[in-house]
T-cell receptor, first 115, second 110 residues
Framework: DVKVTQSSRYLVKRTGEKVFLECVQD?????MFWYRQDPGLGLRLIYF???????EKGDIPEGYSVSREKKERFSLILESASTNQTSMYLC??????????????FGEGSRLTVL | GQNIDQPTEMTATEGAIVQINCTYQ??????LFWYQQHAGEAPTFLSY????GLEEKGRFSSFLSRSKGYSYLLLKELQMKDSASYLC???????????FGSGTKLNVKP
């Protein structure tokens, strides 16, 4: 069975703390993504990666960085957490497919609260 | 989302049929996806259209018109468990990037 695992379902951090959100997939997918989901705004792409050590900014990369040292793992880093980063964070992966049929597989999500 | 629109909320009755519309504006389009998301859970894949026309999968069907930038998800014989948010997303070919609409919250009532 396809599996995308996010390390923490719920986190509470303080303003200014460094936060790591980890994501691991076991499907040998090339593409991995980090989204945040907020009410009324839908899913917004933060960063994505299409290969090891490769990363591309999404639509809202400010305040975030990512790391992809291994194919199966894609980490999202908040260098200095702020209250406006309180959100649900969703990791996803997909096959690199020129046929366009690379559906996304999502992790369970990490709900981050920054106080 | 990136120039992708769908209604915020809809209500329908158990056993009925409901159609959720999605319109989008983009170039380099390579496919239209529908995802279902129950409250507090991750989105799960429902359907995918790349060519014009209707794709049927049991109680769920999805339609695409590329020339009109329009898709809909049709849910038949509604069940209470269909109460969820339905997310429309398109895939950009060149970057394998997905762009999502804000989602349509469907409330199914007895």
């Amino acid at each position: 069975d396809v599996k995308v695992t996010q390390s923490s379902r719920y986190l509470v951090k303080r303003t200014g703390e460094k936060v790591f959100l980890e994501c691991v997939q076991d499907m040998d997918h090339e593409n991995m993504f980090w989204y945040r989901q907020d009410p009324g705004l839908g899913l917004r792409l933060i960063y994505f990666s299409y290969d090891v050590k490769m990363k591309e900014k999404g639509d809202i990369p400010e305040g975030y960085s990512v790391s992809r040292e291994k194919k199966e793992r894609f980490s999202l880093i908040l260098e200095s957490a702020s209250t406006n980063q309180t959100s649900m964070y969703l990791c996803a992966s997909s096959l690199l497919s020129r046929g366009g049929d690379g559906e996304l597989f999502f992790g369970e999500g990490s709900r981050l609260t920054v106080l | 989302g990136q120039n992708i629109d769908q209604p915020t909320e809809m209500t329908a009755t158990e056993g009925a049929i409901v159609q959720i519309n999605c319109t989008y504006q983009t170039s380099g389009f390579n496919g239209l996806f529908w995802y279902q998301q129950h409250a507090g859970e991750a989105p799960t894949f429902l359907s995918y259209n790349v060519l014009d026309g209707l794709e049927e999968k049991g109680r769920f069907s999805s339609f695409l018109s590329r020339s009109k930038g329009y898709s809909y998800l049709l849910l038949k014989e509604l069940q209470m468990k269909d109460s969820a948010s339905y997310l429309c997303a398109y895939l950009l070919y060149n970057f394998n990037k997905f762009y999502f609409g804000s989602g349509t919250k469907l409330n199914v009532k007895p």
